[in-house]
């Protein structure tokens, strides 16, 4: 390729390769058991491919409507309804998307323009503050503080302004595995009364939320939903991350405008895939069943760690453990997880990676969305440290 005198006037001059990517790497080249990046070790069920085979064979392979299926947002509204209690209409709200991430980035690039700013909690999920900046939109960093992760109502209030366009809430949360109360809903539905903010709700954890505690979807309370989009993924749901489909629901209102954007965006989500979803969906037991099957590998791998001198902090969703190294060194988390994958042959992700300025409380995140085999095999080289 020829060298090019071109002045290329980066939109993201701070984004270098992911933390993931950079993890991942490294332990496939240490041969490392990767807890890092967020994904299944283990095959979905066969049935689901077998229902996306007979959508291939029937001759569903094709573009399909833009906002997705028929059956497929029907099957979502269904669900939606039955868990949170409100009917989104299948035909104008609930779109079909290339995964959460499209679903996040679409939603951002509809609402948030060029100076306005959006409320995220910190530590964030890595894809808001890039898709903000893109549109030229402000990340306004709200504290969600170690040990306990909790928001604090009070210094989110004081960084809501004429030019909050947006507020994007995470719950279950990814790292922290903390979970939302009805409280905090209430907090949010108050602070965001008599205002025009648009409240972008990722749930794509919705259905891994543990001991018995239930999740808190902004869907199940009218006054929050009438603002809100909704993000969930059935890759997280159904094992599937690769297949990257997920979905988003909102008022008609809001979904019109987030369609605008969505059919320049990506259009539309492959056909043969939302066929054998909307199928493999009709036995709810899939999805309400999730939470006791991560319960479980939750639980393994907290007792397979019980001996070792990490911290573990509480895990009340999601399938991420985090831990405190404090007992074992005092490195910077990032360069504590380089070593540990080079030397212990565990590789996690350090929680500061999710802090747009890199704050550091000693903490690492493990992904127990693994085979018993894998997690059993990873915690005896952690008890050895
Ligand atoms: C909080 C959160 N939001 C969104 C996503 C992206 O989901 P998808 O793979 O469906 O794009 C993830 C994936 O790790 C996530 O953890």
Redesign the pocket.
Known sequence: MPQSSLRIDAKLPRVGTTIFTVMSRLAADCGAINLS???PDFQPDASLFAATLQAMHDGRNQYPPMAGVAELRAAISDKVAALYGVRYDSESEVTV????????FTAIAAFVRAGDEVVVFEPV?D?YMPAIETVGGKAVCATLRFPDYRPDWTQVRALLGPRTRMIII?SP???TGSVWSAEDLDCLAELTRATDIVVLA?E??EHIVFDGASHYSVCSRPELAARSLV?S????TYHI?GW???YVVGSAGLMNEFRKVHQFNVFTVNTPCQVGIAEYMRDASRHLGLAHFYEQKRNFFRTQLQASRFDLLPCAG?YFQLASYRRISDLPDIEFARWLTREAGVAAIPVSAFHHAGRDDGVVRFCFAKQDTTLAAAAERLRGL
């Open positions: 990046q967020g994904f998307t290339a995964g959460a991430t499209q679903a996040l999920y894809s995470n949360h990814n790292p990722d794509v954890y993000v993924s059935f890759g997280k991350t990257k489909i997920g999601t």
